[in-house]
């Protein structure tokens, strides 16, 4: 479990942090859990790359965080996955194991940390793992990374799969294009599920494939499915932060669904402090110091 990281009220320095109490009646989420939640109510994984987020996902109640590789593009500002490295997730994993308190934690593993070999796909895990405090890892593919994938689990890692659109192969599917709309496709994409299923992953997603084969491969499959672009029939959905909040200001791809317009929300309130300082209406008096009043003399009275 990550350390607990909230202030108390107030500091030294007189930089208050309000926290709010802590809660009892839930409990961090665990892999059994998870694999129990197959046919059940739905998982829900949202991506997190930092403390302040995990901490507001947490309190959502996701059931888990993802600190995917698609920070390469939506925090680092690249035009795909690829440049992500094994200490980036490292890095963000540990960010957001100290902002979440509940949630179960997945780290990436990036492009090329784990195809060269499976003992170098287990040592990049177990970095994510001990040194960025992840409970489990995610790697893109099927059949081809299943020896990668049981080497990981039978170091008693727990092992996300992903199978479909997987953005690491970027280049190899000609663009980020939804996958397996034909039949063949459709069948390799399926026999890379049961591969990975059989070599140990907990939990597979399902990325940019057509609603009815995501449906096929979750009543093939004995573990849960998590969707993305993928339909309603997946044992649970993820989404990127960012694009769930609205923050993504080009970007509109029609899986997403919007619960926010945060791009504009963030530029309002950013435009608002702009308009204050400028007119020197902030800070005002009640976010700035004074100096203490000086002691009273001590008259003593011999
Ligand atoms: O990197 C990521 O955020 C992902 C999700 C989109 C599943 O792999």
Same mark, same amino acid.
């Given at each position: =479990?990550?350390?607990?990281? %909230?202030?108390?009220?107030?500091?030294?320095?007189?930089?208050?942090?309000?926290?709010?109490?802590?809660?009892?009646?839930?409990?961090?989420?665990?892999?059994?859990?998870?694999?129990?939640?197959?046919?059940?109510?739905?998982?829900?994984?949202?991506? *997190?790359?930092?403390?302040?987020?995990?901490?507001?996902?947490?309190?959502?109640?996701?059931? =888990?965080?993802?600190?995917?590789?698609?920070?390469?593009?939506?925090?680092?500002?690249?035009?795909?996955?690829?440049?992500?490295?094994?200490?980036?997730?490292?890095?963000?994993?540990?960010?957001?194991? %100290?902002? *979440?308190?509940?949630?179960?934690?997945?780290?990436?593993?990036?492009?090329?940390?784990?195809?060269?070999?499976?003992?170098?796909?287990?040592?990049?895990?177990?970095?994510?793992?001990?040194?960025?405090?992840?409970?489990?890892?995610?790697?893109?593919?099927?059949?081809?990374?299943?020896?990668?994938?049981?080497?990981?689990?039978?170091?008693?890692?727990?092992? =996300?799969?992903?199978?479909?659109?997987?953005?690491?192969?970027?280049?190899?599917?000609?663009?980020?294009?939804?996958?397996?709309?034909?039949?063949?496709?459709?069948? %390799?994409?399926?026999?890379?599920?049961?591969?990975?299923?059989?070599?140990?992953?907990?939990?597979?997603?399902?990325?940019?494939?057509?609603?009815?084969?995501?449906? %096929?491969?979750?009543?093939?499959?004995?573990?849960?499915?998590?969707?993305?672009?993928?339909?309603?029939?997946?044992?649970?959905?993820?989404?990127?932060?960012?694009?769930?909040?609205?923050?993504?200001?080009?970007?509109?791809?029609?899986?997403?669904?919007?619960?926010?317009?945060?791009?504009?929300?963030?530029?309002?309130?950013?435009?608002?402090?702009?308009?204050?300082?400028?007119?020197?209406?902030?800070?005002?008096?009640?976010?700035?110091?004074?100096?203490?009043?000086?002691?009273?003399?001590?008259?003593?009275?011999?």
């Amino acid at each position: =479990m990550s350390q607990d990281n %909230r202030s108390p009220e107030g500091t030294e320095a007189g930089y208050g942090v309000v926290s709010s109490p802590p809660s009892t009646a839930r409990k961090p989420v665990t892999v059994p859990q998870i694999r129990a939640r197959k046919g059940g109510t739905p998982l829900v994984m949202v991506t *997190a790359y930092d403390a302040t987020f995990a901490r507001m996902l947490d309190e959502a109640a996701v059931d =888990m965080l993802l600190v995917g590789d698609s920070l390469g593009m939506v925090v680092q500002g690249q035009s795909d996955t690829l440049g992500v490295t094994v200490d980036d997730i490292v890095y963000h994993c540990k960010a957001v194991a %100290r902002g *979440a308190r509940f949630a179960h934690i997945v780290g990436d593993m990036p492009f090329l940390s784990y195809q060269v070999t499976p003992e170098d796909a287990l040592r990049n895990a177990g970095r994510i793992v001990a040194e960025g405090r992840a409970h489990a890892v995610k790697l893109e593919g099927g059949e081809a990374v299943a020896p990668a994938i049981a080497k990981i689990a039978s170091a008693g890692i727990p092992v =996300m799969a992903h199978v479909g659109l997987t953005p690491q192969a970027v280049h190899a599917m000609g663009g980020f294009r939804v996958q397996g709309r034909e039949h063949e496709a459709a069948q %390799r994409i399926l026999a890379d599920a049961i591969a990975v299923t059989e070599a140990g992953a907990y939990a597979l997603v399902l990325e940019g494939i057509p609603g009815e084969l995501a449906e %096929r491969i979750t009543a093939e499959v004995s573990i849960p499915t998590i969707g993305i672009g993928a339909g309603v029939h997946c044992d649970g959905q993820v989404l990127v932060c960012y694009d769930l909040l609205g923050m993504t200001a080009d970007l509109r791809p029609k899986f997403v669904k919007r619960y926010d317009d945060g791009f504009a929300r963030v530029v309002a309130a950013a435009s608002a402090f702009c308009d204050e300082v400028r007119a020197r209406r902030f800070p005002a008096d009640e976010h700035t110091f004074g100096v203490r009043p000086r002691p009273m003399p001590v008259t003593g009275t011999g």
